[in-house]
């Protein structure tokens, strides 16, 4: 009698605790918000590595422009400053119609 007694209360033990691990796991704290965390983690990755992209490019792009006989460096003071050489003509259409 005491032996089924201490089985029937170590089973009851037992299947509380699966019944609480189940339920802790599906819940918005266990799997799904571990899966939903790793797929946020993800897209930051892919986020931060296209930033990362930009800011070379840029960085590419700003080295160019700070040598003194690039024709990037003409090109984007000309287009800037709308300015042209001697002997040139420059037309600027206005793309607004009335």
Do not use: W
């Amino acid at each position: 009698m005491k032996i089924s007694i201490v089985r029937t209360v170590y089973a009851l033990v037992v299947l509380s605790c699966m019944v609480y691990a189940f339920v802790v796991l599906r819940g918005p704290d266990g799997i799904p918000g571990l899966l939903a965390k790793r797929r946020q983690v993800h897209d930051y990755e892919q986020v931060n590595q296209q930033l990362h992209r930009e800011i070379e490019e840029k960085q590419a792009r700003i080295d160019r422009l700070r040598g003194n006989d690039s024709p990037e460096l003409e090109y984007e003071i000309r287009n800037r400053l709308k300015l042209a050489r001697p002997g040139e003509k420059v037309y600027i259409i206005d793309g607004n119609k009335k």
